[in-house]
């Protein structure tokens, strides 16, 4: 029976070329989009979940209020992990670990970069990464031994063989010997904590002494709590724990699973929000609509289509079939090109899977030998063939006997409302996804192209290593020598997020409750002048002015508004119990995403602790220039490989994932449109069709061509241009909750719709020009002598 079913879909397939192929190949597209997202769902669903005992693991994080505002983040004092691991018996397992750090990795005749950071042992017991040398237990608990992943292990010495090696590591002028301890298997795709190298805090601890006061943070605290352990308990109950060893503190700590970091750790005044699950159920949404928008075109094809079959219908019940035979037979055609559409899609997905890792940032494979990708992509097959096929089954096994064998049949009123209705709702499908991502685009464009409060473009940062650093005034001077270079200056500031920031500011009449974090920004002299920074008020540092590096201070104009609210005519203020003057006044500069408002900021004259070089370029012969700075920065720093970064491509990075969403957005958007106007070229065929004869008498009357492509037009442009206006609206109220999301942001504009309406009518309207055209064209003799 089932064989028999089969055969008959073939010769269906055959005989309906159009119809078997814009079904195929609209099935086709839906399954490789949801293919696709859900492979890329999959992977952000899964960041972190590898480790074992994840749900027990949790990262320390702090609330810290100034005033109205509440700043979350994870940065923690360095004493915490331990005494956390001494006092609270609910701790299993407790390690601080710094910020990545990239390193210069010397060994023998080989130099290379590694990225990685100072942990505590605990670390490996928390994180139990797979070894492939060495003993866990005894790892990063030496000063001079060191952790390398695989990869690391293989990028420094070309193998992984490496226990006991020494190599030697530097950074800035520091240069240390160290011991291979143990080699790390490359860690897992889905972790969210990235490194080549490890080191032991105490050493870190040991050298800083900073980190060993309760008042500063810093470092991250990760702990793993033993079995049974009520987490919310356990949260609640260390909320004062940083405040009981530094008296004043403003520190509320809480814990939150590190499983969940990754897709829900943002919080904004203090509460949590949405954080990048936003973007998965975004685009899991947009998988969904793409593949019910084919299986709309499949369900209208096929009931449109359904008077042809009538007739095969009625023979069938005359020579005995019942219902659920008929429904299985169509049913089975449905299943058939379902999956000849999905063996196609994962054709189009092996293709194009590289392209869209690019696109994503990730490195995603499709899961062969995986029995549960088997299973689900089976049952999207089977799910997809049953949604698709579910209406035209039922409508036409349901036909009656008596009606299939008159001369003339017609769909009844009831189908053709449903099959509008379904064209309506694809294409408000299509119109939200249009207008969203015209909004996105928009928005990241305002992003990346405002004016910053300094000037991103040809400027060029550059690592302050070794003898560079040691000599900067001498490798400034060669520098300056190239007419091409119009400033260098140095930082410790990187322009891309907060870096070093304090509470501790205070100035005459200040009112507690406008406590806040100010940025601290150690700069070299010339270094307003070499990032673009516009002086307001007052004026830079200068070496005429030898106290400057003591106590001369440059604020923006947010700190300047900050302190003048409380007294104006502020000239001083202290960092702590240091009396610090106000010398100058600088236009406020973003140096955080558009998500947040510009932060007070304080620059201090310290060349000593600005490690990050900035070079000024004022040629288009940018290329040229750099060569020039990379022979002065090799003779002077041979040790050290020459790197840099022009800071325009540094600031777009601070929008990568924005970005990624605009462009995915963008693409399956024109992907929606390609689907539906899919849809629309058959249903129009049909209606062709079904007006042939309707069409030659109106030709033998004399009716020009434009008449008869109205007669056709009318019904489907009017339903788009419903779906617009519907779509329109549900799309305006998804992106005001989208843009509520940055503090500096686009309006929606009222053109937005009319632009989008017009991309979708045109592109609609030539869908169904393009076949109406074929019937208006068509001998008006034999349409009138067909049946």
Known sequence: MLKNYFKIALRGFSKHKLTFFINLFGLSLGLWAAILIGLWVDSELNVNKEFE??????????????????????????????????????????STYTWPETRLFVQKDKRIKLNGFYAMPDFLQILRYDVLQGDPNQMLTENNHVILTEKGAISLFGKTDVMGEDV?????????????????????EGSSIRFDYLLPYALYFQENEWVSQWGNNG?????????????????????????????????????????????????????????????????????????????????????AKSQKRAKEVGVRKVAGADKGSLVMQFMSESILITLFSGIIAIILVEVSIPVFNNLTGKVMTVPYGSGLFWLQFISIIIFTGLVAGSYPAFYLSATKVVSVFRSYAKAGK???????????????????????????????????????????????????????????????????????????????????GRNSNRGDISW???????????????????????????????????????????????LNQTALDLMEQDHEGNEFFRISEDEMAITGVVKDFHFESFRQNVAPAILLLDPGNSSQGYIKVNTDKVQETVAYMEKVAKNLNPEFPFEYSFMDENYARLYQEDVRLRDLAQYFS?????ISCLGLLGLSAHVAEQKTKEIGIRKVLGASTFSILQVINKEFILIVTISIAIGSGLAFWLMQDWLDGYQYKISFEWWFIPLAAATILGIAF??????????????????IKSE
């Open 414 to 496: 009831g189908v053709v409302m449903a099959r509008k209705g379904l064209v309506l709702f694809q294409f408000i499908l299509a119109t939200i996804l249009i207008v969203s991502t015209m909004v996105v685009y928009q928005q990241i464009n305002f992003a990346m192209n405002q004016d910053l409060g300094y000037s991103k473009d040809q400027l060029i940062k550059i690592p302050l290593e070794g003898k560079i650093l040691e000599s900067f005034d001498v490798f400034k001077a060669e520098l300056e020598k190239n007419e091409n270079i119009e400033s260098v200056s140095r930082s410790s500031f990187g322009f891309m």
């Open 53 to 94: 005992d994840i749900d027990q693991i949790y990262q320390v994080m702090e609330h810290q209020s100034y005033g109205d505002d509440i700043f979350t983040m994870g940065s923690t004092p360095g004493l915490l992990a331990e005494s956390m691991k001494e006092t609270l018996s609910e701790v299993e397992y407790a």
């Open 508 to 554: 005459e009449g200040k009112d507690p409750e406008n406590a806040a974090l100010f940025e601290i920004i150690k700069v070299d002299y010339d270094f307003l002048k070499t990032a673009g920074l516009e002086l307001v008020q007052g004026r830079s540092f200068d070496l005429e002015h030898g106290a400057d590096s003591v106590s001369g201070a440059i």
């Open 168 to 188: 030697e590591i530097r950074q800035g002028t520091d240069a240390k010997n160290f011991i291979v301890q143990g080699v790390l298997k490359d860690l897992p």
């Open 219 to 303: 470092p991250s605290t990760l702990i793993k709590l033993r079995k049974g352990t009520d987490a919310a308990e356990f949260s609640e109950s260390i909320e004062g724990y940083v405040a009981a060893k530094n008296e004043g503190s403003n520190v509320r700590l809480f814990t939150f699973p590190l499983g969940d970091l990754y897709l829900y750790g943002q919080w904004k005044g203090g509460q949590l929000v949405e954080g990048r699950i936003q973007n998965v159920k975004l685009f899991a949404m947009i998988g969904l609509f793409v593949l019910i928008i084919a299986c709309i075109n499949f369900m209208n094809l096929s009931t």
């Open 766 to 783: 030539l869908t169904v020009t393009l076949q109406s055209l074929k019937a208006a064209n068509s001998n008006p003799v034999k349409a």
């Open 670 to 674: 024109i992907l929606t449109i390609i």
